[in-house]
Each structure stands twice: as C-alpha cells, then as structure tokens.
C-alpha cells in the first residue's frame, strides 16, 4: 500500500544532515520511504492531510526507565546531600535486608501483584512515550520481567525498543545508620549478563522486527572489569550496541578513581568500549567539568575522538541542579549527542526545548544548542547511538517511522505566528501537539488517539500505584521517614483562620 503525505513542513533529509521543505510531500510504501519532495506524480492508495502541519520523523528517547515513576515524586524539590543531587540513590536504595517494595521494577516473579504491576508500568511507559512521539526507545537495564512485559506493549502498540535485561555486580544499600554500603557479588553480574545475552536471542527481531537487543551493564561503578570487558566482547561478536550510566554522579566519578585510578571515562577507553553505540546515559560528570576540580581533563577528547554518543536527559538532571558542562564543547569534540527523558515527563518537545536552553547558558552563547540540534539530538543522534542509518530521517530508503504534528496549538495562542516551524516547535511546542504517528508504516496514533488505551483509567491505575508507593517507603528507607518526612508538601497542609 502507497501512501501520501500532503504537508506544510517537512524536515527532510539530504547529505548526512535534516533539511526543511514548505510545501511538500512525502510518501511510504510498506514500511519504507519512497519519496520525498515537492510533488509526486505516481499512484497512491491514500492520502493524509497535513497542510499547515510539521512531520518530522519519530523521535528516539535513548534513556528510559519504564514505570510510572511515582518513586522520583518522592525528591521533588528536597533529597539528601550526601547524594549530590544523584536521584537514583534517593529512590533506589532501600536499607540492608529491605527490598524497595514500592517500586515494581524491583518485584520479583511470583510477588504478590507482581505481574499486575509489571504489565502496568509496560502500558504506561510505551503508551506515554506514543504519545509524545517517540516511535523508539532504550530501556536502560531493568530486569527480565520489565523487559517481558515491555516486549508485550511494544507488540501491541507497535513502536520500536531496543530491550533486554540489564545487569551489575551488587547494588547500594543503606546500612544501620542510612550511609551508602556496596553489596559486591561478580558472580551475579556473570550469570545477569547470561541472562541477558538469552532473552536476546530469543526476542532479537521480535514484533515483526521493531524490537532489537542491547546490552546494559547497568552502571560503571557497580559492574566488574571482567563484566565489562565480556559486554564489550561479546557486543562485537553479536553486533550489539551497549549502554551504561557513566560520568553522571559525583560519588560515581570518586568512586571509579578511588579504586582504578582512572576516571569512568578513562576506564570505558581501556576496555575498548568507548564507541558510537556506546550510550552513556548522561556523560555530564567528566574529568572536564571544572565542579569535580580533577586536575587531569582528557575525557572529552577520549569520547570525542571514538564519537561516543550520551544520552543527555536535560529535565531530569536539571531537577537536581545538574546539567551538561557545555553542549557546544561536546559537540565541537565529535560527541554524538541524543536526548533522553530517563524519568518524567516523556516528552521529547519540552526535553528539546530544555536541552536547547540550559545549552545556551551552559556555553554562553545564544548561538549554541539551536532548535535545528536539539531536533537532531532527537532524531538522528538516537539513530547513531544504536547504529541505524535508517532512522530518525524522513529519506527515500528510511524505515517509515514519521510524527505529524500541530502548530496551532489547539484551544490557545501559544505557538503565535509560525516562520520557523522547527524553531517554533522546540520554543513553543509540547507533546500534546503530536497530531500522528507512524512506526514502520501504520498508523499507530491518530488524531492522539491510540487504539486500545483509555488514558483516563490509566492516570487512575497510576494514582492508585503511586499512592501504594509512597505509603511503603517507612518499610525500606533507609532513615525509615515516611512520604512526608522524605518530601514535605510544598505548602503547609493545614491552617487555621481567624474569624472575621
């Protein structure tokens, strides 16, 4: 089936970089791009309209953690020093002996309600990301039962991810005091990298050949030289790309040098993981960063020189007064730049518009992190990082993979007059405006319509998941406080007045 799409906008694709067309046309066959240009003379079976709208293609979110989230409620505004802004040490790390029973990700097979919370966190994660857009994603390492259940959503509503179960050597726990403790067990980071290495070659090209396997060695600090170095091995052998957090926490970074003498960085470049399908998740803590006061600053040009790629998560990081050192020195130094929403929201128009800003500011330069790069960060950036060339471009021979989006801005005055369209969508725009989208060649939203969700019941599944989670946080925080005490409401609950 050959089908037309008639717009106002196109970002196209020519010589390796995205070009603009007004005016223009585009159109698939199957699940490939046939054509796009100003006009098209050849037959179609069907026509969309999207005169006055922008299609772009899919965006691809390169770090997400699948779940609802309600855990990172919990640090709004508030979390403990001794973590230096880290929010995954405020949420994931119960006291010995504890479990964080809250959060379904760390539910075990067989829990009461496990299955329940799992096929609801899958359902929420792809349906959310759908909505905004995104037609690929990268789970960034939760276990095997997450990546099960996110295989049947992503099945169903049919979008693109790259799974598999992650992997590490032990974890963090709390000890009787609440101070950061290392649980080491090399022998499990072995068998999960097993595991993971078998769920691949069982659902490598599932769901009609949109679902890919990934190895993800969960974090640099909790995974062995031996973990590492048998990744790395056996990513070449398979023809895998690889992901980690590495270069994104402050006692991360210490912590790698206390006990190698080298910086994450540094260390990922002796093992020979340092490479394009590389995605280290934020990459924002390297020894270049002036706030680490690390006399020696070679990590940027390590990364740079093997064009590494980072997941940059600018929403997420920023909440924790972090961001990326200098987008335009990244850049400048051949690193490849994708964008990522890691926690909430999953809306790649507002982590755009973010990463375009906080960009700005963080080179000193109005002319730095453009409308133009944060798209392609988006796009194409996400398609290096897993070693495709075929997406995050709209090009004859590219998966049809395309989001048609609405610069009216519905019922409001928000997009004003459009020039740009591109500009206008990273200074203005929101995931709302997502109109279509089309992952492989259908239809899998319209109108912001997904066949077979009612986002209503899955808000209200949510809030009452969330609320589950926030009540068991005295069963395994580490200083036993409960929802209140860990993140006090942002204004007093209860007050009296005097009378008049």
């Known amino acids: 089936m050959r089908t037309k799409i008639e717009a106002g906008w196109i970002v196209g694709h020519d010589k390796g970089r995205h070009t603009l067309l007004r005016d223009a046309v585009l159109v698939y066959e199957g699940n490939r791009i046939v054509y796009v240009g100003r006009a098209f003379e050849g037959d179609v079976d069907r026509t969309i309209d999207a005169k006055g709208k922008l299609v772009t293609p899919g965006f691809i979110d390169t770090h997400v953690h699948s779940g609802h989230r309600a855990s990172h409620r919990l640090i709004s505004d508030t979390g403990r020093p001794m973590y230096y802004g880290q929010p995954f040490l405020e949420i994931s790390v119960p006291k010995e002996g504890k479990t964080v029973s809250g959060d379904p990700r760390y539910l075990k097979h067989g829990d009461p309600g496990a299955e329940a919370a799992f096929a609801l966190n899958a359902t929420f994660t792809v349906a959310e990301l759908l909505r905004n857009g995104v037609t690929t994603f990268v789970e960034f390492g939760s276990q095997l039962k997450v990546q099960d259940a996110l295989l049947a959503e992503v099945t169903r509503l049919g979008t693109r991810a790259y799974l598999a179960p992650g992997f590490d050597c032990g974890r963090w726990v709390g000890d009787e005091q609440g101070r950061l403790k290392r649980i080491r067990d090399d022998q499990l980071g ?20 949109r679902v890919r396997g990934i190895l993800v060695p969960r974090e640099v600090e909790t995974a062995s030289l031996d973990l590492l170095r048998r990744t790395r091995e056996l990513a070449d052998e398979l023809g895998l790309p690889m992901a980690t957090h590495a270069a994104y926490s402050v006692i991360e970074f210490h912590e790698t040098v206390r006990e190698y003498m080298m910086t994450p960085i540094e260390l990922l470049d002796s093992l020979g993981m340092l490479r394009p399908t590389l995605n280290i998740g934020h990459g924002n803590f390297i020894s270049d960063n002036a706030n680490l006061n690390f006399a020696r600053k070679d990590d940027l040009r390590l990364m740079g020189d093997a064009g590494v790629s980072i997941s940059h998560c600018p929403i997420n990081i920023v909440r ?6 200098s987008w335009m020195r990244y850049r400048a130094a ?7 929403s890691d926690t909430y929201p999953r809306d790649m128009i507002m982590n755009m518009r973010t990463a375009s800003y906080l960009g700005k500011i963080m080179s000193e330069t109005y002319l730095a992190a453009t409308a133009g790069e944060a798209l392609e960060a988006a796009t194409l950036g996400g398609a290096i990082s897993v070693g495709r060339d075929d997406l995050g471009r709209l090009a004859p021979g590219a998966v049809a993979d395309i989001v048609i989006i609405n610069l009216s801005g519905g019922n409001s005055l928000r997009y004003g007059p459009v020039r740009d369209p591109v500009k206008s969508l990273v200074e203005c725009g929101v995931g709302d405006d997502v109109e279509t989208v089309i992952v492989d060649g259908v239809i899998r939203m319209e109108n912001g319509i997904i066949p077979g969700i009612d986002f ?9 998941a969330g609320e589950a989670v926030w009540d068991s946080l005295p069963e395994w925080d580490p200083l036993g406080r409960s929802a209140e005490q860990a993140c006090p409401w942002c204004y007093p609950s209860t007050f009296e007045c005097e009378p008049v």
């Open 320 to 325: 924790r007064s972090r961001t990326l050192d």
């Open 190 to 209: 072995l068998d999960g990298l097993d595991v993971a290495v078998d769920w691949i070659a069982r659902n490598d090209g599932a769901a009609e050949g």
């Open 334 to 340: 051949g690193v490849n730049i994708s964008i990522g």
């Open 456 to 464: 209503a019941e899955l808000n209200q599944r949510a809030q009452s």
